[in-house]
């Protein structure tokens, strides 16, 4: 099992719609969870980040984790034509002091 | 500050040939990351240094290859002797570590073809 999963998509959604983004981990200790967006060809940046139960919203960007589910979602409202990207989830596991792990990301389109 | 600096940003080379990979981190920043990104594997945490001291290597493929950090400003991935399955981007990131609040900051990569 890998540490961190995703959907490697691509996902397709329309403009204006809701795209959500899911991941899944395996380290039931993990307590930190990011989500870094990357355009192709480009480096990954850091877009959120969460460390509680619950939802985090920030601008058009929510992310909710549910720790007993070992499960991470990145919702994002309104979404645009610049929001087409691999969008990658990482987590630090118990085990390690600094160790992010990254899923393998999920390639999101969006439609005009 | 001008970010992660990587070089070079492209390299090709021949199957046996050494590659050597550099690296410099954000100023202030006690951790570094070396990472490689391909299709099919995604994005894999070779090795992570914390205040210039390896941490963990176990990302490490094989003892062809090899990392450095000689002072907190510098760090090289060398690959030795080099192959096809090779071909990969390769990415420095770094941060500074406080508790669990870690932003990674990334290079521009090293995109590497092993012929």
Redesign the interface.
């Known amino acids: 099992q890998k540490e961190v999963e995703q959907n490697s998509g691509p996902l397709s959604v329309p403009e204006g719609a809701i795209a959500s983004l899911n991941c899944t981990y395996s380290d039931r200790g993990s ?2 969870f ?1 989500w ?1 967006r990357q355009y192709s060809g ?5 877009i959120m ?1 969460i ?1 509680s139960n619950g939802d985090k919203e920030d601008g058009r960007f929510t992310a909710q984790l549910n720790k007993a589910s070992q499960y991470v979602s990145l919702l994002i409202r309104d979404s645009q034509p610049s929001d087409s990207a691999t969008y ?1 989830c ?1 987590v ?1 596991p118990y085990s ?10 999920t390639r999101l389109s969006i439609r005009p | 500050d001008a970010g992660v600096i990587q070089s070079p940003r492209h390299e090709v080379t021949e199957m046996g040939q050494e590659v050597t990979l550099r690296c410099k981190p954000i100023s202030g920043h006690n951790s570094l990351f070396w990472y490689r990104q391909t299709m099919m594997r995604g994005l894999e945490l070779l090795i992570y240094f914390n205040n210039n001291v390896p941490i963990d290597d176990s990302g490490m493929p094989e003892d062809r290859f090899s990392a450095k950090m000689p002072n907190a400003s510098f760090s090289t991935l060398k690959i030795q002797p080099s192959e096809p399955r090779d071909s990969a981007v390769y990415f420095c990131a770094s941060s500074f570590t406080v508790a669990t609040n870690e932003k990674l900051f990334f290079g521009s990569g090293t995109q590497l073809s092993v012929l």
């Open positions: 307590q930190s990011f870094y480009k480096s990954p940046e850091l980040s460390y990658l990482a630090r390690s002091a600094s160790k992010i792990i990254f899923g393998s990301g």
